[in-house]
Antibody, heavy 114, light 111 residues
Framework: EVRLVESGGGLVKPGGSLRLSCAAS????????MSWVRQAPGKGLQWVGR??????????DYAAPVKGRFIISRDDSKNTLYLQINSLKTEDTAVYYC?????WGQGTLVTVSA | DIVMTQSPLSLPVTLGQPASISCRSS???????????LNWFQQRPGQSPRRLIY???NRDSGVPDRFSGSGSGTDFTLKISRVEAEDVGVYYC????????FGQGTKVEIK
């Protein structure tokens, strides 16, 4: 059974940084293309970015609104996906999900407020 | 970036009646590998999204056969043959041909 567990969310002041983690199990993590998706309160889903498997080149793509501030990485030895969020803005307040194929985690809430 | 436009954004339906959601892309979703990466997701209230359909018309395992996907190029449709109470939620299309983009979402509610 695929399991994705996000962690690392919380309350952060504007301009701050946060690193989210997604612990994966139940599938071959090293061969998977992993994505981050976020959802602001009461809003729709927004794709944040994706990292390909190393065997497929390890390319990382980002959505335009987050490029330059967000960094996606992976540690295949730990079966863990990361999202480093820098220079946080109030509009980054959202539940952040990690996804692979059809599977989603339960999400972790990031709140940016002074 | 590819823009995905869903319609309608709100869809009141009667139990047992069909429902249809349209999703249009700003450019063709046919990938250079020949596949069309258009998926549909359902998000029930308070839950994480769940994928229903992948590559236009392939139903994920465990998804009731009242859900079907169709379309090609830039125009795609999700149909529910007979709406049930558990189908209430927001439905999103997602293109994965050029990076990824979600549609705005369509809220399905019971009349």
């Amino acid at each position: 059974e695929v399991r994705l567990v996000e962690s690392g969310g919380g309350l952060v002041k504007p301009g701050g940084s946060l690193r989210l983690s997604c612990a994966a199990s139940g599938f071959s993590f090293s061969g998977a293309w992993m994505s981050w998706v976020r959802q602001a309160p009461g809003k729709g889903l927004q794709w944040v970015g994706r990292i390909k498997s190393k065997i497929d080149g390890g390319t990382i793509d980002y959505a335009a609104p987050v490029k330059g501030r967000f960094i996606i990485s992976r540690d295949d030895s730990k079966n863990t996906l990361y999202l480093q969020i820098n220079s946080l803005k109030t509009e980054d307040t959202a539940v952040y999900y990690c996804t692979v194929g059809r599977d989603w985690g339960q999400g972790t809430l990031v709140t940016v407020s002074a | 970036d590819i823009v995905m436009t869903q319609s309608p954004l709100s869809l009141p339906v009667t139990l047992g009646q069909p429902a249809s959601i349209s999703c249009r892309s700003s450019q063709s979703l046919v990938h250079s590998d020949g596949n069309t990466y258009l998926n549909w997701f359902q998000q029930r209230p308070g839950q994480s999204p769940r994928r229903l359909i992948y590559k236009v018309s392939n139903r994920d395992s465990g998804v009731p056969d009242r859900f079907s996907g169709s379309g090609s190029g830039t125009d795609f449709t999700l149909k529910i043959s007979r709406v049930e109470a558990e189908d209430v939620g927001v439905y999103y299309c997602l293109q994965g041909t050029d990076r990824q983009t979600f549609g705005q979402g369509t809220k399905v509610e019971i009349k």
